[in-house]
């Protein structure tokens, strides 16, 4: 089974060699070693593609990430100017109360 589908390979990928009665089996090893190693290379060739692939969708998912952060960044900062505004509006309350209650008559100073 290995012997035939081995044959099936060098016919593909030569077939000027497998076509010929007269190869010698020195010729027919050589081509074995050129398939063997094209094979080696095609899969070489596949697992640099697929950690290209990797590589893309992890670009993609901290690009992702980054915009969510960049968001919620916006949102706490416009949390926190509203939190201050408010605080600013207090403490001026709070002033104009305490100024209120030192200007009006006590009934000690009546």
């Known amino acids: 089974m290995k012997?035939?589908?081995r044959?099936?390979?060098?016919?593909?990928y030569f077939p000027k060699i497998a076509a010929d009665p007269e190869t010698s089996p020195s010729?027919?090893?050589t081509a074995r070693r050129a398939a063997s190693r094209i094979k080696w290379e095609q899969r070489k060739v596949a697992d640099?593609?697929?950690?290209l692939i990797d590589v893309a969708?992890?670009?993609s998912d901290m690009h992702e990430i980054l915009f969510e952060m960049q968001r919620v960044q916006d949102f706490l900062v416009s949390k926190v100017?509203?939190?201050?505004?408010?605080?600013?509006?207090?403490?001026k309350s709070m002033?104009?109360?305490a100024g209120a209650h030192l200007k009006q008559p006590t009934a000690e100073t009546v």
Request: proline share 0%.
């Open 81 to 91: 100017d509203m939190l201050m505004r408010q605080m600013e509006k207090l403490e």
């Open 95 to 97: 002033l104009l109360g």
């Open 57 to 59: 969708k992890l670009q």
């Open 7 to 12: 044959q099936t390979e060098i016919t593909m």
């Open 27 to 29: 010729t027919s090893s």
């Open 3 to 5: 012997r035939q589908r």
């Open 48 to 51: 640099e593609s697929n950690a």
